[in-house]
């Protein structure tokens, strides 16, 4: 049987009721999450422009945009996913490299408001959306990972297969409509060199791409039968040490969506184990900057690839700058939000102090990832101490994870934005997402000011 | 300077008052070329599909849809580009190996009605963008089309080019529409393994993809300024042994769209070598089929790579059958749009000759290839003798030209489903398209009939 097919009986076949209370109670966080980064982005200027390109499209008013008012389907999944992946504070998944958020939950979002769907349909999209795209991102990462963006191109069957689930696909429908996603799979890592605004565009296309492919596999639209593993499928293409066998391991029996982390930090994933190490030692200590001679990062070799930066240029730069985030978050014992400044950018005793972060693949580090995004951290003092340090687990990690109260306290300051009241009342809306009938109501513009 | 910018600064600074007569008389027919796919395509099964999702998605009436009526300039983007590449009779490009019509075209169109552009301003647009992708497929090919449907995937580059033209890009929003049009690049060959409908989807949506990256940069939305040769850029993730200097050899003083080719018969350009030569001798011998003993086709390997299938089980897939194309040409001493039917399909003799066709690669052939896509047959036949043929140009390349009365008659018989003085009066407006100030005049649909 396909890889596909196999899929797509899991995705038929899963049932609200099967999912356990706990993994009910996640989603939500997931989506709540999904929504506080959404809300922070959503007026910034890659996202203006898109949703701007969307008003003079037009389309059929049928889900709510995050900028207000409605839109198709299609707009709103590429608005609303490119929205939520600006202020790099979405969700990862480690072992697949996918910020699932960000294209499953608004490509599930638009279809089940528009097929006025409920929470519990919503939930269950999103559980099986995360399990199909984790399992392909594992089974690709890590090469794939060097030349592509999983989130888009792996994210692409996560929204296909979350659409096809609120849509009633049939097994063969869902089959075509993973096909079809796959073969629409796109997004290189390439635009990073110039901070380009495509990290936004992927998501967006990804969510968009998928609501695609399901609505077409609704009209029997025929898509390849082996997207995955034929021999020039989405394997071969585009992954040189593929694992097929990550793709049915345990399917139906785990809910690989438990393994999510969350992020603490407004930065690359790949920034957090530092920001961790030397926030906590720089509270701790009360650690004065100008106290410290050198700082030495030791991290996996992916890490280096994509945030190795001695110079930083704009605030987006700063946020894939390892050297920068760790000089950050020891100056300002904190890697939130509202640090990751202009002024905090060009601040000359960062600046100074990221001078002295020397970077490096520690091979140890490296051998773990991905199932550890891990880093060994040493601080020399002038005083000619040093202070060693090591995470296996950045913070929101599942091994190292962050309470529901965390992630709502995360919620309000992303969503400093918009009016509070409003804020309260999506957030309660998503934690009570079971008893939820109108999905419009988790957007903020859909509600009254209290 | 980066590729990019090369490629950006050509498409800024072409004038259609630099544009040679021959050439503007040429891409002329190649819109004619384009309309007589589109229309013969327009009321399958595929395209009604995307039809139908389209009209749910809904959009601001910009652009003419080949089906009828009007949408936003994406999904006439989306929608003219599927159409026109389903009865397998597009133009192709051979040493870039892609079909630009599909592509290029219904950007273009759909961009200059939306801005009330003319006819010369298309022809601008449309030789930008052949162009533009011509070049960029002949920089990776051949091994990308191992995996990648060179139409979709470089098209997508030539949509956005043509497509910045018209909406009067600078270099910098060129660079950043072609970076968001690489970042989109997507369309693998899998689904030819099903005969799946993804061969409609690919080009629809590399030309909806190159006007969305167009649109946003317009608005300044970034891309990566070295899409093409970064080091996680196109060339490295998607080929194996690209050719950089492809992109800038001659750049401005050539005009690649005169390279391009037109089919005559309706199936897979990799069967016309074999079905020029048989249906050739068929038709100067008058030649029996059960006079014949044997065939062997010796040709290039990618060639046996896309068509090497001994029994299709569908109109679709017996075009990418060599073997039944071939004993199809000898049977019926033609490979016209009419000759692919159900009922030749099951055809006793024409099955019974495809057995007696053997397909292998000529080495000789194989070293020519991509520049010719030839073949060496030898047809057996039952008294003893054997007649070997050889052709390096299949008709319609450019060194075995066709007329345009033949590609004026090929478009009376492919829009045989519309209204023939419609059809005339298409014809003869693409004919005098540097006259044309309103573009919706090219659409069947928006004519009275007479």
Redesign the interface.
């Given at each position: 049987m396909s890889l596909s097919k196999q899929l797509a009986e899991y995705v038929v076949s899963l049932k609200y009721d099967d999912i356990p209370e706990d993994v009910v109670e996640f989603t939500k966080l997931c989506i709540l999450d999904y929504f506080s980064s959404a809300i922070a982005g959503k007026d910034m200027p890659?996202i203006q422009?898109?949703e701007?390109?969307v008003e003079?499209?037009?389309?059929?008013e049928?889900a709510s945009l995050i900028n207000g008012g409605k839109s198709?389907?299609?707009?709103a999944a590429l608005l609303n996913g490119a929205s939520s992946h600006i202020v790099e504070q979405d969700d990862i998944h480690k072992s697949s490299i996918i910020h699932a958020a960000t294209v499953v939950i608004p490509a599930a979002l638009a279809v089940a408001e528009w097929k006025k769907l409920d929470g519990k349909d919503l939930i269950t999209a999103v559980v099986a959306g995360y399990e199909v795209c984790f399992r392909i991102g594992e089974a690709v990462s890590p090469s794939h990972y060097?030349?592509?963006h999983n989130t888009a191109t792996c994210g692409t069957f996560g929204s296909a297969a979350a659409v096809a689930k609120l849509l009633g696909l049939s097994v063969e429908q869902t089959v075509?409509a993973l096909?079809?996603a796959?073969?629409?799979?796109?997004?290189?890592?390439?635009?990073?060199?110039?901070g380009?605004?495509?990290k936004q565009?992927?998501p967006g296309?990804a969510a968009m791409?998928g609501v695609?492919a399901s609505?077409?596999a609704e009209?029997?639209?025929?898509?390849?039968?082996?997207?995955m593993e034929?021999?020039?499928?989405?394997f071969?293409?585009?992954s040189d040490d593929y694992d097929a066998a990550k793709i049915t391991e345990g399917l139906g029996h785990e809910f690989k969506i438990m393994e999510n982390s969350f992020k603490i930090h407004a930065s690359c994933r790949h920034t957090h184990h530092a920001m961790d190490l030397v926030s906590d030692l720089a509270k701790q200590q009360d650690l004065d900057p100008d106290a410290v001679d050198k700082v030495e990062v030791g991290t996996y070799q992916v890490a280096i690839n994509i945030t190795d930066d001695e110079d930083p240029q704009t605030i987006y730069q700063g946020k894939f700058s390892l050297q920068y985030c760790t000089a950050l978050a020891l100056v300002k014992q904190s890697g939130s939000l509202d640090t990751f400044t202009e002024e905090n950018l060009w601040d000359g005793t960062v600046r100074e102090l990221m001078q002295k972060v020397e970077v490096y693949v520690d091979d140890e580090v490296d051998a773990a990832y991905p199932e550890k995004w891990g880093a060994n951290v040493k601080v020399h003092l002038t005083n000619g101490e040093t202070v060693e340090l090591s995470t296996e687990y950045p913070k929101g990690d599942p091994e190292n994870n962050v309470s529901p109260d965390e992630l709502y306290e995360k919620f309000m300051v992303l969503s400093k934005g918009i009016d509070e009241s409003r804020a309260e009342e999506v957030a309660e809306n998503i934690m009570t997402l079971e008893d939820i009938s109108d999905l419009s109501m988790l957007f903020p513009h859909n509600m009254a000011v209290k």
């Open positions: 890659p422009k898109i701007e390109m003079v499209l037009g389309g059929n049928q198709s389907v299609a707009n060097y030349y592509w075509h096909g079809s796959g073969t629409q799979a796109a997004g290189l890592w390439e635009f990073i060199e110039d380009a605004m495509s565009l992927h296309k791409n695609i609505m077409l009209k029997d639209f025929t898509g390849a039968s082996k997207i034929g021999r020039r499928g989405f071969e293409a585009m």
